[in-house]
């Protein structure tokens, strides 16, 4: 899997948007060390301290402030990017948040989308295109077993229900304007709850973790019993890698689709469950309480089928739970205790994936 992006993306022009958050700022330099040319087009960071500055990702980065919003500075950035390959990661991504704002929620999650892809198609010459959606994108009946890709879409609150907008958008382009002989070859990723160090979030369940357990207190969890499908963010963007490594390729029109990055069976477990280990690593007496609410309302199960993606793609999950959360909680003992070289961490914790990745299994230890 990890062996050939190093060859896909080799000079490759790469564009981000939304290079300045979380898992943007994780695949910017990710692709950087694979010796893409990585050209971003995002808000600024988006909180204080961010992955983005923390890790000086604009050394990596041709770095360019824009909202995909802005439907004429988005064209002509692209139009002068003149990227062979696309990854649309720029969205609205907190839940709590679609409620206190919905309507710009749509218009970044669904409008921007199709922004992103008109201005592509103004290029009229070979892109390869990975829209990032979310898990929530499916219509959540509360079921037991996972997702697959043709599943219905649907969402119950304005953040799921946009993430389903942002797939429609998706299929209409690919169908109206990039079909089978395109130049332009365009898939979509779900993913399922990402940790990692870096993500300063609010209403994230790791960095609330971080902010309680550094000051000494509890963390309190509005719903703890809810089970989601929690991976480690270099997951799935080796899926998103794998993905736009494909369109890249001879037979790209086979992939021009949805696909699920998943994590496996012992990654599907409760909020409890991923803050008491957590809480564990960190030490310290931290731990949590329950959060008296009242909340928004959320889905209490989900979980994504990812057949596909291993049986087409040849992606798999690589680092267990354990891994996961000592990499997480190691990145950000080290960044509050020594503030040292954060990028250099960032990249060794790459480096150690893709050793992993290639040996086809985790280290099952501690980091």
Aim: net charge negative.
């Amino acid at each position: 899997m990890i062996e050939e992006l190093g060859s896909a993306f080799d000079q490759r022009t790469v564009l981000v948007t939304g290079h300045t958050g979380f898992k943007g700022s994780w695949l910017s330099l990710w692709l950087n060390r694979l010796g893409a040319r990585v050209y971003g087009h995002s808000l600024a960071p988006p909180t204080v301290p961010s992955m983005f500055d923390v890790c000086n990702i604009a050394e990596s980065v041709d770095h360019f402030v824009g909202d995909i919003r802005d439907y004429e500075q988005l064209r002509t950035h692209v139009a002068a990017v003149k990227p062979d390959v696309v990854f649309h990661m720029a969205a609205q991504p907190i839940v709590r948040e679609s409620y206190a704002d919905p309507l710009g929620t749509f218009s970044t999650n669904a409008i921007g989308t199709a922004n992103v892809l008109e201005a592509v198609r103004g290029l009229a010459r070979p892109c390869a295109v990975v829209v990032v959606s979310s898990d929530k994108c499916y219509d959540n009946r509360e079921w037991v077993w996972g997702y697959r890709e043709n599943d219905p879409l649907g969402g119950k609150d304005p953040y799921s229900a946009s993430k389903a907008a942002t797939e429609l958008v998706t299929a209409c382009w690919r169908d109206s304007f990039f079909g089978e002989g395109s130049r332009v070859k365009l898939a979509s990723a779900r993913a399922g709850n990402v940790i990692g160090g870096g993500d300063w979030a609010t209403d994230r369940i790791v960095p609330d973790c971080v902010r309680a357990f550094s000051a000494g207190r509890s963390v309190e969890l509005r719903n703890p019993g809810a089970t989601r499908p929690w991976q480690h963010v270099l997951e799935p963007l080796a899926g998103y890698l794998l993905l736009a490594a494909k369109l890249l390729g001879d037979e790209a029109d086979a992939y021009c689709s949805g696909w699920n990055f998943g994590p496996a069976a012992e990654g599907v477990c409760t909020v409890e469950t991923i803050v008491a280990k957590a809480a564990d690593r960190w030490g310290s007496g931290a731990g949590w309480t329950s959060s008296p609410g009242p909340h928004p309302k959320e889905a209490h199960a989900l979980s994504l089928n990812c057949d596909k993606a291993i049986g087409l793609l040849g992606w798999r999950p690589t680092w267990t739970m354990d891994e996961m959360i000592c990499q997480t909680i190691d990145w950000y003992r080290t960044f509050e205790e020594r503030q040292t070289d954060m990028m250099a961490i960032t990249l060794e914790q790459i480096g150690r994936f893709e050793h992993d990745a290639m040996k086809g299994r985790g280290t099952h230890g501690s980091a």
